[in-house]
């Protein structure tokens, strides 16, 4: 059997930053209750109008994670695009970062719906094809425009302060033989070696609405919505049970971990890096205490980039990267959850 390994990584966040107070001014709320509650001190945000989109941020990280991994567009056998916030309904913009790489290289390319965990999920997917040798290089991206979905007023409030925008990529390639450097080979930056351990994906969609964007849908559609034109209408922004989230959460962050954990044989204490998706800090740091996972053991860049649910694992894995905090056969555990509700992990050798 073969299997996979990370050659390259990059990551891509809009310039423009918003604060805390920045939103302390749209909505009743303070600087002080947001680091509380969710650690978040900043995020950035698209300037609307100003050419980022999910697509294209999205196709801003793939292209740096090609260049880490020294592949070009051309060379890529498949494209796997997770968001919960495409550019359109439909088609997804997994066919869009087609385009803007190679429009006549025309691979598959497939939308992945799992909101926070959509990273994890499309690590696995991607993993699969090329364990079963249908595919040599994948490029997996995720990325998400939230601030132009957000309910910027207090009656948002709850949710509006914890998402931000931004993308960040894989290139995901074989490793067809023990020791083989496929990235160094092809000029890259040597992360050849990893290897994709083990993937665990769970859902439990009883209850899907406890965090989701009911409209627009095929059971609230457009027509509807302009017939009705209800100003008091909230079920096109993102509605959020967060007390409900946040408890469930804590518990399938530690299962899913343990789950990759026990499937490698391997302890916590033997974890170089944990990246959990970057939901909220208070539950990284609850993990964390659970586990009994040292500091520098757990990677978070929430107060710097809020929740940027697909996109917040590759981000943050990028900058682990770039900061030298991986080294060769070093072992990193990816663990997400969020709306579905949905939960998954990884566990790679570096
Ligand atoms: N600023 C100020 N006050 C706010 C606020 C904000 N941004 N958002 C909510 N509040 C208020 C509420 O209105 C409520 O006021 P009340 O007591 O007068 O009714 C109070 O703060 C407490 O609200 P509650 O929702 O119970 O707070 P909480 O301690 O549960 O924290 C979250 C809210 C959203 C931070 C927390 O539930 C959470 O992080 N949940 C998980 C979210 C998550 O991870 N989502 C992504 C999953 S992938």
Redesign the pocket.
């Known amino acids: 059997m073969k299997s996979s390994m990370i050659l390259g990584v990059g990551h891509y966040v809009p310039d423009h930053v918003v604060t805390n107070h920045d939103l302390s001014q749209l909505m009743?709320?303070?600087h002080d209750?947001?680091v509380e509650?969710?650690g978040i001190e900043e995020r950035r945000h698209v300037v609307l109008g100003g050419g980022d989109t999910t697509a294209s941020m999205g196709y801003r990280a793939s292209l740096l994670a090609l260049k880490n991994a020294g592949v070009s567009a051309e060379e890529l056998d498949f494209i796997i695009f997770a968001t919960l916030s495409p550019d359109y309904y439909f088609p997804g913009p997994g066919v869009q970062l087609q385009e803007m790489l190679a429009p006549d290289h025309t691979i598959g390319a497939l939308d992945i719906r799992n909101q926070?965990s959509g990273f994890v999920y499309a690590i696995s997917v991607a993993d699969q094809f090329i364990r079963t040798g249908m595919y040599r290089r994948i490029l997996v991206v995720g990325s998400e425009l939230h601030s132009a979905g957000l309910d910027m007023t207090t009656r948002g409030?709850?949710v509006s302060?914890?998402f931000g925008d931004g993308a960040g990529a894989v290139v995901v390639g074989i490793a067809e033989e023990e020791g083989k450097e496929e990235g160094k080979e092809a000029g890259g930056t040597g992360l050849g070696m990893s290897k994709v351990l083990s993937t665990h994906l769970h859902s439990e969609g009883r209850h899907a609405r406890e965090?989701a964007v009911i409209s627009p849908s095929t059971q609230h559609w457009v027509s509807h919505i302009l017939k009705e034109n209800n100003p008091n209408d909230e079920s096109y922004y993102p509605y959020?049970n967060?007390?409900f989230?946040?408890k469930h959460?804590i518990t399938r962050f530690a299962e899913v971990i343990n789950e990759a954990l026990r499937a490698n044989g391997v302890s916590s204490g033997d974890l170089k890096l944990m990246i959990p998706?970057q939901?909220?800090l208070?539950?990284s740091q609850y993990i964390q205490q659970k586990m009994g996972l040292r500091d520098e053991q757990v990677y978070n860049n929430i107060m710097r980039y809020g929740?940027t649910t697909a996109a917040s694992i590759p981000i943050a894995l990028s900058e682990a990267v770039a900061e030298g905090r991986l080294q060769r056969g070093d072992l990193l555990m990816l663990a997400a959850?969020?709306?579905g509700f949905t939960w998954a992990s990884a566990l790679i050798r570096w």
């Open positions: 009743d709320t303070s209750w947001i509650r969710t926070c409030r709850n302060v914890i965090l959020m967060g007390n989230v946040f959460a998706h939901a909220n208070r539950i929740n959850f969020g709306s």
